[in-house]
């Protein structure tokens, strides 16, 4: 068995621990003798609280992962990344304004603004970042965190506007949580991980010829601009998803595939799965730090991710300084 598939294997194997035994920890471990015994307050805690929660981790945790990496492949930037580009941003704009402005806006109200935000972020970056030439990889970075504070800008503005309700619920919500009771919120999230998944997948063969070089790449056949379009709509269209769901969670999509890339190359028959696998692993992890470190107080999990992901990216710049 070659390296990589290896990799990918025992990656899946992580991805299937940490979904059978993170249900089973938090602030108040549970009882396999009693949840076996069919104890109902533990059957309702696992059932209804944890294993949801979980799901919900791996499934964001991948997705986050995928979409870093098809956005580092497809704009050629070792930073790229929904977080520092501002399309996690752009959603959580969107989401903030309609809990502002629908007031009790339902959940349906919220992604679609979610998904607006999104996709309106990226198709901006993509016009200002392009020319005739290709794309300008350092006007790229540098529009993505331009629009990222504006948006950050906005939101504060919003909740400046609002009472204290809302407020607390926008700053809650902003700093990324995957708390939930019930599979709903899976179910809404599922098709739009396998649509994003599946669209880097789809063009495994374009991304890795976009590895050597935009003219390398449209001299064998590439359509650079179609190409762009199908998986950054696509990607986008998961972020916002997700954003609606569990508010920004940054920098899983810059950590994951970079590490990944050491261990299973660059070629992404390998890295989409094991993106999936990896990314949904670390973030579960992630949450469960999150919910155990401070109990019975829960820390919010997108504020770990920011902790590691500042350090890790300063790393990266000093590591392209080195190189």
């Keep these: 068995m070659r390296r990589p598939t290896a990799v990918v294997w025992l990656l899946a194997a992580g991805w299937l621990a940490v979904i059978l035994v993170a249900p089973l920890l ?5 009882d396999l003798a009693a949840l076996a015994a069919g104890d109902e307050t533990s059957g309702a805690i696992f059932w209804q609280l944890r294993l949801p929660r979980v799901l919900l981790a791996v499934l964001a ?13 497809l704009f050629r930037n070792p930073l790229a990344e929904p977080y520092t580009l501002g399309v996690a941003g752009g959603a959580a704009l969107g989401a903030v304004l309609a809990l502002q402005l629908v007031g009790g806006a339902g959940f349906f109200v919220v992604a679609g603004a979610a998904f607006a935000g999104a996709l309106a972020v990226s198709a901006v970056i ?4 392009s020319t005739r030439h290709g794309l300008e990889t350092g006007t790229l970075l540098l529009a993505g965190i331009a629009i990222s504070l504006s948006c950050s800008a906005l939101i ?8 204290f309700t809302r407020t607390f619920r926008m700053v809650r919500w902003m700093m990324g949580g995957l708390a939930v009771v019930g599979y709903g919120e899976l179910l809404w999230l599922t098709p739009w991980v396998v649509l994003a998944a599946g669209m880097v997948l789809v063009h495994r063969w374009e991304l890795n010829l976009l590895l050597t070089g935009e003219e390398l790449a449209a001299s064998r056949g590439v359509d650079l601009m179609r190409l762009r379009l199908l998986v950054l709509g696509a990607t986008s269209l998961a972020v916002g998803a997700l954003v609606a769901v569990a508010g920004p969670i940054g920098f899983v999509g810059l950590i994951v595939p970079h590490i990944l890339r050491r ?3 660059h070629d992404h028959l ?9 990314g949904g692993a670390f973030l579960a992890i992630c949450d469960l730090v999150a919910r155990t470190v401070m ?3 829960e820390l919010p999990v997108g504020v770990l991710t920011a902790l590691l992901g500042g350090p890790f990216f300063l790393w990266l710049l000093v590591l392209g300084r080195q190189r």
């Design 263 to 265: 261990w299973v190359g």
């Design 26 to 30: 938090g602030s108040q471990p549970l």
């Design 270 to 278: 390998h890295l989409v799965p094991a993106c999936l696998f990896g």
């Design 126 to 129: 993509l016009g200002l970042a």
């Design 156 to 163: 504060l503005f919003v909740q400046y506007l609002a009472d």
């Design 295 to 297: 109990a019975p107080a």
């Design 61 to 73: 945790g991948g997705v986050l992962a995928v979409s870093g990496l098809a956005f580092q492949t």
